[in-house]
């Protein structure tokens, strides 16, 4: 796979799963909803400076593992490709829907940044991507790692800006496409799921090939 191949997995991927719905949408939809557009785009500041964050410590844990303790590399790759094929199988068997949607912060934009920083640094879906997906692109056979890590965090801000300005914009349509089309949220959540998977089984069969 050459590097472009792997930064447009990389982009499907990371596409996927932003658009299943989670705390950060909710939270970037609730300030739309009830504080207006601009604590809406305050809240999408606010994720993907908590993007750029996991990007952070995810290429700096993974650049010191390849440089510290490169025979650990492989394996860490199969130990994330099988628990990505377990996000992926669980996304798979969910249902996820969006019945209602919380109100959101009132108060100043500078406040809004911060709760959505937050938001984004204890989501849980974040952490599990940064897991087990992200260490899965950042391959020393592509350059150095906090290269990768750079343009792979531009990726994801950029991403996140996106999806998240777009619902921050269209805030009162989007909650109804979300709450009125549950059948279309899950097979969202599910598509994201069969996306794990497909490059859990890539990332093995790559690794498996590597050392060959």
Request: net charge positive.
């Amino acid at each position: 796979m050459t590097y472009g191949e792997n930064l447009w997995l990389y982009f499907t991927l990371l596409f996927g799963i932003i658009i299943v719905p989670g705390m950060d949408m909710l939270f970037v939809l609730a300030s739309s909803l009830t504080s207006g557009r601009r604590a809406g785009m305050a809240a999408t500041a606010g994720i993907m400076a908590g993007g750029a964050v996991h990007s952070l410590y995810g290429a700096i844990g993974v650049g010191l593992l390849a440089t510290l303790l490169p025979a650990l590399f492989n394996p860490l790759l199969f130990a994330g490709a099988a628990y990505m094929a377990w996000i992926g199988y669980t996304l798979i068997r969910s249902s996820i829907t969006v019945s209602s949607v919380e109100a959101g912060v009132d108060g100043s934009g500078w406040r809004t940044f911060r709760q959505g920083a937050v938001t984004c640094l204890i989501n849980p879906k974040a952490y599990l991507f940064m897991l087990a997906v992200y260490p899965q692109f950042l391959k020393p056979a592509y350059g150095p790692i906090w290269l990768q890590g750079g343009v792979m965090g531009l990726m994801t801000v950029a991403t996140q800006a996106a999806i998240y300005g777009t619902i921050a914009v269209t805030a009162s349509g989007s909650r109804a496409l979300l709450i009125s089309n549950p059948v279309a949220t899950i097979l969202v959540g599910r598509v994201a799921g069969a996306l794990l998977i497909a490059v859990a089984i890539l990332t093995a069969w790559h690794g498996w090939k590597a050392p060959a």
